[in-house]
C-alpha cells in the first residue's frame, strides 16, 4: 500500500551567491544569485519527516523577457514557490504522484490566470516536489531510484504518455542507479580557451583552473557542451575556436553537445549556421563527435509545426528541447516534429522526467533504435542540495553524461559557512574534495563523478544542511506587481 504524504509546515531561507567568474548564455551573463532552500515537514503514514530542496535562481532562463529586470524575476521565482507551497498545503493526503497532481493541476490554473510563463511557474511546484521526494524517501528508507524503480510514489505513466497504459517505471529504469556519470563541461560564450585570452584584469588566482584547456587538463574532461549566441558568423568563429582546443587536448577521445540557448527564431537561420559548419573542413570532422543540438528555437516557435521543420531536415543532427519542455505533453509533440528527445533538470520536475525517460526508452525498444534521447542539463547547480538532488535523479534515470557548470563558474562551497563545507566532505567525501582554504570543491577525475555516496543517500545528500544564518523570507503569498 503506498504512503500518504499530508503537508504541516514550511519554511524558506535565502542567501546571495556570487561567481569566480562571469558565466555568459544566451542572452544573460551571471555574475550573481540568490540561493534558495524549503523545507517542508510532512506526516507520512503516521510519520513526521522533513524534506529539503534547493536552488540559484537563476535570471533570464525559466523566463526570457530582456525588458525584465533581474530583481522582478527574482521577485517571481519566490512568488511561485511560495504559491506552490500554499496549494500544497491545501492538498488532501495522497500517495506521492497524486499529491504532486493536486499541486501541479492548481498551479497551472493560477498561471494561467496570472500570466506567468509554464516553465517559471511549474519551478515552484518542482520545489515542493524535491522536498516530497526526499521527505518520501527518508520515511521509506531507502534511495530515490528504489522509489522511482519500484513506484512507491504511485506514479501511472498513462496519465502523462496514454501509450504506457499498464506500464511500470520497473520495465524501463535501470535496475540500479549509475554509480558514476560523466562531467559535460559548459564552455560558456565569454569563458577563455587558454591562457592567451587571460588578461590582469580577468585572471583568477583562487586555485582553480579558469581557462578551457586548464579545465581539461585538472579534470581530465571529454564531454562538453558548447554555446551558441544566434549569429552565424560569430557562432562558426567561436566554435572553430573551441574545437581547436579541445582537440589539441583530447585528440578524437571527446563528445560535445551544441546549445543553441533558444537564440534562433526562424529555422532556416539556423539551418544556415549548421551549413557553415559542414562547408569547413576542420568544424565539419568535430562535429563528428557531436552527441546533439539542445533547443536552437526559441520556446515560442519551437514546437510551432509551420516554423519548427525538423522532420524535414535531410541528413540532421539529432535535436532536443528543453526549455519548450515546460507542459506535461510536450515530449510526445517534440517526437512528433522530429526532435530527437528532451532534457532533465530538477527544476523542470523529477516525476515528469520519469514518465518521459520511460517513454523515450519505450520507443527506442519498440522501433529498435537509439535515436531517442534524454539528457542530463545544468542550472549552474551547486551544493549543498541541489547538486547532490539533481545527480541522484540523473542517477536513478540512467542519463550517463550529465552537464555540469556550477563547480567551474563557483569556488566550491565557499558561498556557505564552512560547517557546509565540512559535513559534505564527511558524508560525500566521493563527491568533494577539499581546498586549501577548508572549503569543500566538486571532485572531477578521469571527466567524471563518483555517486556511490550520493546513491547510499536517500535523495542525494546524506547529512542534515543547516540553514542558521540564512535568512528566512515569508511563506506568505504575496500579489504580483
Known amino acids: 500500500m503506498l504512503s500518504e504524504l499530508k503537508l504541516l509546515d514550511a519554511t524558506l531561507h535565502r542567501t546571495d551567491t556570487q561567481t569566480r567568474m562571469p558565466f555568459r548564455f544566451g542572452i544573460a551573463v551571471m555574475t550573481a544569485?540568490?540561493?534558495?532552500?524549503?523545507?517542508?515537514?510532512?506526516?507520512?503514514?503516521?510519520?513526521?519527516?522533513?524534506?529539503?530542496?534547493?536552488?540559484?535562481?537563476?535570471?533570464?532562463?525559466?523566463d526570457k523577457f530582456p525588458e525584465k529586470q533581474a530583481d522582478q524575476e527574482i521577485d517571481e521565482m519566490l512568488q511561485v514557490i511560495r504559491q506552490a507551497v500554499a496549494f500544497a498545503r491545501q492538498a488532501a493526503p495522497a500517495p506521492a504522484f497524486d499529491f504532486w497532481r493536486q499541486v501541479y493541476q492548481a498551479q497551472v490554473a493560477w498561471a494561467a490566470e496570472q500570466g506567468f510563463p509554464s516553465l517559471l511557474a511549474q519551478f515552484g511546484v518542482t520545489m515542493v516536489e524535491r522536498t516530497l521526494l526526499d521527505a518520501l524517501a527518508r520515511a521509506e528508507q531507502c534511495n530515490l531510484a528504489t522509489?522511482?524503480?519500484?513506484?512507491?510514489?504511485?506514479?501511472?505513466?498513462?496519465?502523462?504518455?496514454?501509450?504506457?497504459?499498464?506500464?511500470?517505471?520497473?520495465?524501463?529504469?535501470?535496475?540500479?542507479?549509475?554509480?558514476?556519470?560523466i562531467a559535460r563541461?559548459?564552455?560558456?560564450?565569454s569563458d577563455p580557451l587558454t591562457a592567451a585570452d587571460l588578461t590582469p584584469e580577468n585572471r583568477i588566482d583562487d586555485g582553480l583552473p579558469q581557462t578551457l584547456e586548464d579545465c581539461i587538463r585538472a579534470y581530465g574532461l571529454r564531454h562538453f557542451k558548447l554555446k551558441a549566441q544566434g549569429d552565424v558568423d560569430l557562432d562558426l568563429d567561436r566554435l572553430r575556436a573551441v574545437a581547436q582546443v579541445i582537440t589539441a587536448h583530447c585528440g578524437n577521445n571527446y563528445a560535445f553537445t551544441l546549445d543553441g540557448n533558444e537564440q534562433y527564431r526562424e529555422f532556416p537561420r539556423f539551418v544556415e549556421l549548421w551549413d557553415g559548419i559542414q562547408a569547413n573542413a576542420a568544424l565539419s570532422a568535430f562535429f563528428e563527435n557531436l552527441i546533439f543540438i539542445e533547443q536552437p528555437l526559441h520556446r515560442s516557435v519551437?514546437?510551432?509545426?509551420?516554423?519548427?521543420?525538423?522532420?524535414?531536415?535531410?541528413?540532421?543532427?539529432?535535436?532536443?528541447?528543453?526549455?519548450?519542455?515546460?507542459?506535461?505533453?510536450?515530449?510526445?509533440?517534440?517526437?512528433?516534429?522530429?526532435?530527437?528527445?528532451t532534457s532533465h533538470?530538477?527544476?523542470?520536475?523529477?516525476?515528469?522526467?520519469?514518465?518521459?525517460?520511460?517513454?523515450?526508452?519505450?520507443?527506442?525498444?519498440?522501433?529498435?533504435?537509439?535515436?531517442?534521447q534524454m539528457s542530463g542539463?545544468?542550472?549552474?547547480?551547486?551544493?549543498?542540495?541541489?547538486?547532490?538532488?539533481?545527480?541522484?535523479?540523473?542517477?536513478a534515470l540512467g542519463i550517463t553524461s550529465v552537464e555540469r557548470n556550477g563547480h567551474h563558474y563557483f569556488h566550491g562551497l565557499t558561498?556557505?559557512?564552512?560547517?557546509?563545507?565540512?559535513?559534505?566532505?564527511?558524508?560525500?567525501g566521493d563527491l568533494y574534495t577539499e581546498m586549501d582554504n577548508g572549503f569543500a570543491r566538486v571532485n572531477i577525475t578521469n571527466g567524471e563523478l563518483n555517486l556511490a555516496s550520493i546513491n547510499a543517500a536517500p535523495f542525494g545528500v546524506g547529512v542534515e544542511v543547516p540553514l542558521d544564518g540564512f535568512e528566512e523570507l515569508s511563506l506568505l503569498r504575496k500579489n504580483r506587481m
Request: aromatic fraction near 6%.
Open 33 to 62: 544569485a540568490p540561493h534558495v532552500f524549503l523545507k517542508c515537514r510532512y506526516e507520512i503514514g503516521g510519520q513526521v519527516v522533513t524534506g529539503i530542496a534547493a536552488e540559484g535562481l537563476l535570471p533570464r532562463w525559466f
Open 415 to 428: 558561498p556557505f559557512p564552512q560547517q557546509i563545507s565540512q559535513l559534505m566532505l564527511q558524508q560525500h
Open 147 to 181: 522509489l522511482l524503480r519500484e513506484n512507491r510514489v504511485g506514479l501511472d505513466l498513462a496519465t502523462i504518455h496514454p501509450e504506457l497504459k499498464g506500464r511500470t517505471p520497473a520495465e524501463f529504469l535501470p535496475a540500479q542507479p549509475l554509480t558514476k556519470i
Open 345 to 372: 533538470k530538477n527544476c523542470k520536475g523529477i516525476l515528469k522526467a520519469t514518465a518521459h525517460r520511460c517513454l523515450i526508452n519505450h520507443r527506442n525498444a519498440t522501433e529498435n533504435t537509439n535515436r531517442y
Open 302 to 341: 519551437a514546437l510551432d509545426p509551420a516554423i519548427a521543420h525538423i522532420a524535414d531536415w535531410e541528413n540532421g543532427p539529432p535535436v532536443i528541447i528543453d526549455e519548450s519542455g515546460a507542459e506535461l505533453s510536450a515530449l510526445e509533440q517534440a517526437l512528433q516534429l522530429g526532435y530527437a528527445g
Open 377 to 395: 542539463e545544468d542550472l549552474v547547480n551547486i551544493g549543498p542540495v541541489a547538486l547532490l538532488q539533481d545527480l541522484a535523479a540523473q542517477a
Open 185 to 189: 563541461h559548459t564552455v560558456g560564450l
